[in-house]
């Protein structure tokens, strides 16, 4: 089992997608910024909306509504109210998958 202390790879940060981004457009480091930083909003303001962004050969992302539930504080063992919800899901392509699988 991976840790943190353990985990084997690097996380890919808004800088390197910026770099791989200006490097493969031949565009600045600037203008790949302003690109990815755009990307960003449009999914945003779509799952503020509720509405789901599908990216072909990426993946999709999508609002789905958490209802209200029970819990329990982890220190003190009480039982809590987590009230409902939203979260934005992200479910990948087929050729994502294929990639994670190594197929």
């Not at 203008?31 to 930083?37: H, R, Y």
């Not at 990307?39 to 958490?66: D, L, M, N, P, Y």
């Amino acid at each position: 089992m991976l840790t943190a202390k353990t985990k084997s790879w690097k996380t890919m940060t808004n800088n390197d997608l910026i770099e791989r981004i200006s490097a493969a457009a031949d565009i600045s480091k600037k203008d790949a910024k302003t690109a990815l930083e755009a990307v960003f909003a449009a999914i945003r303001e779509a799952a503020a909306k509720g509405e789901e962004t599908s990216i072909t050969g990426f993946g999709k992302f999508v609002v789905r509504s958490r209802p209200e539930r029970t819990g329990r504080n982890p220190q003190t063992g009480e039982e809590i109210t987590i009230p409902a919800g939203r979260k934005l899901a992200y479910t990948p392509s087929k050729g994502v998958k294929e990639a994670l699988s190594g197929a």
